[in-house]
Structure formats: structure tokens, C-alpha cells
Nanobody, 123 residues
Framework: QEQLVESGGGLVQAGGSLRLSCTASGRTFSGYATGWFRQAPGKEREFVAAISWRGYSTYYANSVKGRFTISRDNAKNTVYLRMNSLKPEDTAVYYC????????????????WGQGTQVTVSS
């Protein structure tokens, strides 16, 4: 069964750090760009970061630039999102997804999604 599985979420105090992982099982990331999105209660899903298939190009939302870092290890079929200096407004369910379009920030261009992992940042 093909699936993307996110992990690494949890409860952290403001200013803290977390590292999210997105692992593909039953499928490969081969040739696909991968993105992270998040959705807070009552809000629309928003783009967080994306990385090209070979990892040469990365893209960030302005709200996380300088605090979050996306990376990938294709040998492990895993994409990571390192989140530093977390703020209460970063609280959301975080999703990873794949796209054939490199660099896109639109969730409409992502065709395969994980189930999400909850990140809660307390003040």
C-alpha cells in the first residue's frame, strides 16, 4: 500500500524546536518534489516549504523563512522539516505531499498526501 507517513509532531513551548519526518512507504519520492503544508483550526491549508527531487532547490513561506529548514534523504525515502524558534501561531496539523511540479506553493499541484501530524506550540 502506497502512503506518506508524517511523524515528529508534538507539544513544545514557544522558542523550542521540532523535526518532522515524512516517509514514503510502498512508493518512492523518485522524481517528485515534496512539500509541507499546515492547517490550523478554522483556517485554510497553507504552504510551508518545498524541496525539489534532488534537493537542489528549496522554497519557504515568508512566515517560516529563517526558522524552518526542509531537507531530504532519498536513500531513506524521507523528507524532513526542521522547525526552530517555534511560535504559538505555528500550531497546526502539518502535512507532507508530493508534486510533479517543482517549486509550486499551491496545494492544488500536490496529488499525494499524508495524514498529518499535530504540532502544538504553547506560549
Amino acid at each position: 500500500q502506497e502512503q506518506l507517513v508524517e511523524s515528529g509532531g508534538g507539544l513544545v513551548q514557544a522558542g523550542g524546536s521540532l523535526r518532522l519526518s515524512c516517509t514514503a512507504s510502498g512508493r518512492t519520492f523518485s522524481g517528485y518534489a515534496t512539500g509541507w503544508f499546515r492547517q490550523a483550526p478554522g483556517k485554510e491549508r497553507e504552504f510551508v516549504a518545498a524541496i525539489s527531487w534532488r534537493g537542489y532547490s528549496t522554497y519557504y513561506a515568508n512566515s517560516v523563512k529563517g526558522r524552518f529548514t526542509i531537507s531530504r534523504d532519498n536513500a531513506k525515502n524521507t523528507v524532513y522539516l526542521r522547525m526552530n524558534s517555534l511560535k504559538p501561531e505555528d500550531t497546526a496539523v502539518y502535512y507532507c505531499a508530493t508534486s510533479v511540479v517543482a517549486g509550486t506553493t499551491s496545494h492544488l499541484d500536490y496529488d499525494y498526501w499524508g495524514q498529518g501530524t499535530q504540532v502544538t506550540v504553547s506560549s
